[in-house]
């Protein structure tokens, strides 16, 4: 078993014997920080910009050969041991206190055939999958994915346009453990769409922010909801995430409102948790 921790920046790294760090975007970094790089083996690491951590993610397909692996992020991973939460820096009490010994993982394996992040939607006003991601992004990349899907897979077509017009929630931040062949299976029919999609509409994503550009990974975590979704026959968990959050102000202020929370609690006062 692998779980492979994206990092595209120096921080403080976890690893151990199932966390295993891996360099992301490697084939263009000025500095190459650790042992294990995307930029070996059959890789698509230069595409990085626009597939974010998915390049990882290709990585793990080609050139991996554990019974199962996984992918977290160096700000996001899973939390087995408690609910979602955020802390400020990695402790030296990190995979006993969050849960990442083997034989504990292991054990989930034997139930699950698939851990993914609890499901999540827009937090306000709950829409569909589509229309919040209408909200956030370009929504002719969608549509273009849903035509590329309708092309390769007909039949797959109308549990995509379901599954992504009427569910409003889906598993976000392209975060997964899963055996082997259904991590295969699963980037083996992701990918087929993705490089299509690519095709299609690179050269205008080119032309938008850094933020923007990373299309290919926002479409990937709608696209898991859809997978799950042609596979029902997978048993599968879903993990309350860990966030970690170095920005100082950032943390003063979650803080804040984590300390205010518990006053109103306190004294039993109801208030809207997303306001």
């Known amino acids: 078993m692998k779980i492979f921790v994206c990092y595209h920046k120096k921080e403080l790294v976890i690893e151990n014997d199932i966390l295993q760090p891996i360099q992301v975007g490697s084939a263009l970094a000025k500095e190459l920080f650790l042992p294990l790089t995307d930029n070996i083996g059959d890789e698509i690491s230069a595409l990085n910009p626009y597939y974010s951590e998915l390049t990882a993610a290709y990585w793990i397909y080609k050139n991996v050969q554990e019974d199962i692996v996984g992918l977290c992020h160096y700000r996001r991973f899973f939390n087995f041991k408690n609910e979602e939460t955020k802390i400020h820096r990695i402790s030296s009490d ?33 829409v569909s999958l589509y229309d919040f991601y209408k909200k956030e992004h370009y929504i002719s990349d969608l549509d273009i ?49 993705l490089f299509e999609v690519q095709k299609r509409i690179h050269k205008d994503v080119l032309k938008r922010t850094p933020y923007q550009q990373r299309v290919y990974g926002f479409i990937s975590e709608r696209l898991m909801s859809v997978f799950v979704a042609l596979h029902p026959e997978l048993r599968i968990k879903e993990m309350p995430c860990l966030m970690i959050e170095t920005d100082e102000k950032k943390w003063r ?3 804040l409102h984590k300390f205010k929370q518990k006053i109103l609690n306190l004294f039993h006062i109801k208030k809207d948790k997303c306001a």
């Open 253 to 255: 202020k979650y803080c």
């Open 145 to 193: 994915t849903l035509d590329v899907i309708k092309e390769k897979y007909p039949d797959q077509y109308q549990t995509a346009y379901k599954t992504l017009h009427q569910q409003t929630k889906g598993y976000y931040a392209n975060m997964l453990i899963a055996r082997k062949e259904i991590f295969d299976q699963a980037a083996a029919w992701l990918f087929d769409i």
């Open 94 to 126: 990190f995979v006993q206190k969050f849960g990442y010994e083997k034989a504990h993982i292991e054990s989930l394996m034997t139930d699950y055939d698939l851990i993914l992040p609890t499901k999540k939607g827009a937090k306000k006003h709950p």
